[in-house]
């Protein structure tokens, strides 16, 4: 659905069907397109004037085994990093936002409220809810310094935006620190004049204040280099709805009543033990995701205090549900999945899309397949119209079995000053960026 930083509606409304064996498997098609991508702005001579000067995977070096892995350039010496803010254009001003006041998060909110990531066709656009960014941006450990605005000097109005958190990502056996930056926003009307890389040498600088040199970063654009291209699903749990705003189409010789049946979920979850996690399976929950997240390439390396922030339920923000074994009481299994509505642009009877997007789901003895259809089932009971997820980890193995049905658009994750020898499935992906 409405992405660029995700994908944008679905093309049917009836799951695909199952490619037959010979076909190429999705991540072939995935590299393929993207290696389509990679050729043609090459052969177009299209240039990244600024991407080009970034520590960062270069176009020209895909497929050059030889390059190791690992930091691109190493730490410079505190004392060298650059001491002072990076020149705006005259009537510019940096200001770090402070989260916590209710004016700075009204006008944050605002901003990328009516600036923020739309489709490709333009019918929606991220809503992230005011809690939700207070959430993303207040982490165990966060630097305020990393949340960065620019407003207009003579009437303060906030123009541009951009934030980074800290995170631990491992790669393979290393445990890295890092920067996710996320919420990179520039006014529609300021627009292609190169503030964008102004404002990531701004977070890339206060992020190397804090001795920290590596980032990691999703877009729904291709920029040197991604490390994986990933695609979201939507399973639609109210397609009527869907429907009426265009966010879905009707399958060939489907009509409404049987679309509706079609995703018709039972009316309360079917798991012995399913229940809403607290704050006393934060020891449990932390065990079983460390132990599931192992099995990746790269993933966050989550400890207590960061399950607790990430995956404790917050309204309106962050579900997470567990199993709770009826005889044992062991936690067995876990899912969980954010808030992240959209503004329908343009629609006389909806103003607003209430979109579930997977997070972390971790299955050791119910079926993954059955514990994400008892996720669907809370979603549908409170009353989110779609929900998302991407085919990392080992989503793909419940995505056409739950009708979920590919979105148009693709998810690039990128690390900077970080090389990986060759881009990663999908599947070899632990980690969800919000
Ligand atoms: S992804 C969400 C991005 N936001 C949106 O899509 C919202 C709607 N769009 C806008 O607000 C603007 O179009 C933005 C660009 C702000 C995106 N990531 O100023 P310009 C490059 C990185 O003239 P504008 C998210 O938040 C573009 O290729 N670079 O363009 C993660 C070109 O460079 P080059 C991007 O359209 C952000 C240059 O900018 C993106 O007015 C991660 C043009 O600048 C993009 N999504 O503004 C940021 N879009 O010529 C990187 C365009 O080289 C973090 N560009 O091709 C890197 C790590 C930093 C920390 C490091 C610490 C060690």
């Not at 199952?18 to 001579?45: F, H, I, W, Y």
């Not at 399973?235 to 060939?252: C, E, H, Q, Y």
């Not at 998302?388 to 980890?393: E, I, Y």
């Not at 020898?421 to 960026?433: D, K, M, Q, Y």
Request: charged fraction near 25%.
């Amino acid at each position: 659905m409405v992405d660029s930083n995700a994908s944008s509606a679905t093309t049917e409304d009836t799951p695909n069907p199952k490619p037959d064996g010979n076909a190429p498997s999705e991540s072939d098609l995935m590299s393929d397109s993207l290696a389509r991508k990679v050729q043609e702005s090459l052969s177009l001579g299209k240039k990244h004037k600024f991407w080009e000067t970034q520590p960062v995977g270069q176009f020209k070096d895909l497929g050059d085994n030889s390059l190791p892995e690992g930091p691109i350039e190493d730490p410079t010496p505190l004392s060298e990093v650059k001491q002072e803010p990076y020149k705006l254009p005259n009537l510019y001003e940096w200001i770090t936002c402070d989260m916590d006041s209710e004016e700075m998060c009204a006008e944050v909110y605002n901003l990328l409220t009516n600036n923020y990531v739309e489709d490709d066709e333009n019918m929606f656009r991220f809503n992230y809810s005011k809690e939700f960014l207070r959430w993303a941006l207040h982490p165990p450990g966060y630097f305020r310094s990393w949340h960065i605005g620019v407003r207009v000097i003579s009437s303060k109005k906030l123009v541009a935006f951009i934030t980074g958190v800290p995170s631990r990502i491992r790669v393979r056996n290393d445990v890295v620190t890092m920067a996710e930056i996320n919420f990179l926003c520039v006014h529609k009307k300021l627009r292609s004049k190169r503030l964008a890389p102004v404002m990531i040498k701004e977070v890339t600088r206060r992020v190397h204040l804090e001795n920290i040199w590596q980032a990691a970063y999703t877009a729904g654009v291709v920029l040197p280099t991604p490390m994986s291209s990933c695609q979201y699903w939507h399973r639609s749990l109210n397609p009527k709805k869907l429907i009426d705003v265009g966010f879905s189409r009707l399958g060939a010789r489907m009509t409404m009543s049987r679309t509706i049946k079609l995703y018709k979920l039972p009316e309360s979850t079917v798991t012995p033990g399913f229940r809403k996690m607290e704050l006393h399976d934060v020891p449990a929950v932390t065990r079983l995701l460390r132990d599931y997240l192992s099995k990746f390439i790269v993933a966050p390396d989550l400890d207590e205090n960061d399950v607790e922030h990430w995956l404790l339920p917050k309204e309106n923000v962050v579900n997470s549900y567990l199993v709770e074994s009826p005889e044992t009481h062991d936690i067995t299994d876990f899912c969980s999945f954010y808030t992240l509505p959209s503004t329908i642009l343009g629609n006389q009877n909806y103003s607003t899309l209430k979109a579930a997007y997977s997070y972390y789901n971790v299955s050791t003895k119910t079926p993954l397949l059955q514990l994400m259809n008892d996720a669907l089932i809370v979603a549908r009971q409170n009353d989110y119209d779609v929900f998302n997820a991407l085919d990392v980890m080992l989503n793909e193995s419940f995505l056409k079995e739950l009708k979920f049905g590919p979105g148009d658009g693709k998810l690039h994750y990128y690390l900077y000053n970080y090389r990986l020898r060759n881009p990663l499935r999908p599947s070899e992906l632990g980690l969800v960026l919000l």
